[in-house]
């Protein structure tokens, strides 16, 4: 009997801690709460609410978020943006600026003349 009470427990144990997990993943999910932010801005676009509900979920959200990160930050010891070296390389560079104008063409040279 013993061993059957600990095998339901242990059990009952494992799906209530994946529960939980589940549950701690959906509730801190970056994705879900931009998905949320969308949705209210479409809702916003549609009329289907106003700026200041639209706004009231807006800072829900970015809330949520700084939340998030501060406790990420917290748990590693670092700020999330902190520059890694050894994760980073730059590849290289490309920058476009304005209209590309034609080089100008060389002069050309004199023929001094002969006297």
Known sequence: MIVIDKLLGSG???VLGKIATAVDAELNDDERLREDLLGAQLKLELGE???DEYDAVERSVMDALRARRQAEE???GRPQGAFEAARVRVESIEADV???RAAPSPKPKRRKRKR
Do not use: D, L, M, R
Request: proline letters at 0%; aromatic letters at 8%.
């Open 74 to 76: 917290e748990e590693s």
């Open 49 to 51: 609410i106003t700026e």
């Open 98 to 100: 304005g209209e590309a």
């Open 12 to 14: 009952i144990s494992f």
